[in-house]
């Protein structure tokens, strides 16, 4: 049994190999091949010679030139952004150097700063360093500064 499929595949492999052999040696396309090559070999180039205009550049600019639509934008240019809105004061930075104390009289408290190291009493609608007091509570004292139509707070805690 083994013996028949060995025998069927070698018939198949020389079958095979006889078909690439007659392929190889009997090629349509080699006929065409030669019959193109010796058309191919039979022509002969010719040359050709064309006249040349010469243009008249300096002419043809003016015109184009003179063409005011030539210079118009197809597209308008964009308007000009808005300018950035201008920057609020830095508020932190104003009360930076203050210091509020416990200490009080009535709705006034004890307010230590860099220029007066022993401190001033100042209450509601006061000012300090460009702050004005805007409210006075037990744990902290609230600065105001009106800005651009804008109240800006501040919250400095009471030690």
Same mark, same amino acid.
Request: no cysteine; net charge positive; charged share 25%.
């Given at each position: 049994? $083994?013996?028949?499929?060995?025998?069927?595949?070698?018939?198949?492999?020389?079958? #095979?190999?006889?078909?690439?052999?007659?392929?190889?040696?009997?090629?349509?396309?080699?006929?065409? @091949?030669?019959?193109? $090559?010796?058309?191919?070999?039979?022509?002969?180039? #010719?040359?050709?010679?064309?006249?040349?205009?010469?243009?008249?550049?300096?002419?043809?600019?003016?015109?184009? &030139?003179?063409?005011? =639509?030539?210079?118009?934008?197809?597209?308008?240019?964009?308007?000009?952004?808005?300018?950035?809105?201008?920057?609020?004061?830095? =508020?932190?930075?104003?009360?930076? &150097?203050?210091?509020?104390?416990?200490?009080?009289?009535?709705?006034? #408290?004890?307010?230590?700063?860099?220029?007066?190291?022993?401190?001033?009493?100042?209450?509601? &609608?006061?000012?300090?360093?460009?702050?004005?007091?805007?409210? #006075? =509570?037990?744990?902290?004292?609230?600065?105001?500064?009106?800005?651009?139509? @804008? $109240?800006? =707070?501040?919250?400095?805690?009471? $030690?």
């Amino acid at each position: 049994m $083994e013996r028949r499929y060995l025998i069927i595949v070698i018939a198949v492999l020389a079958v #095979v190999a006889v078909a690439i052999g007659l392929r190889s040696a009997i090629n349509p396309y080699k006929a065409r @091949q030669s019959a193109l $090559e010796a058309d191919l070999a039979q022509i002969k180039p #010719v040359e050709v010679k064309l006249q040349t205009q010469q243009a008249n550049f300096a002419r043809w600019k003016q015109a184009i &030139g003179a063409k005011p =639509t030539v210079w118009q934008e197809l597209i308008p240019a964009p308007p000009a952004p808005p300018p950035p809105p201008p920057k609020p004061p830095n =508020t932190k930075e104003k009360i930076a &150097g203050l210091k509020v104390t416990r200490q009080g009289i009535g709705d006034k #408290v004890r307010i230590m700063s860099k220029e007066n190291p022993k401190g001033v009493f100042l209450g509601p &609608g006061d000012s300090i360093n460009g702050m004005k007091i805007k409210e #006075v =509570t037990k744990t902290a004292v609230i600065f105001s500064l009106q800005w651009n139509d @804008q $109240e800006l =707070t501040e919250t400095v805690q009471r $030690e």
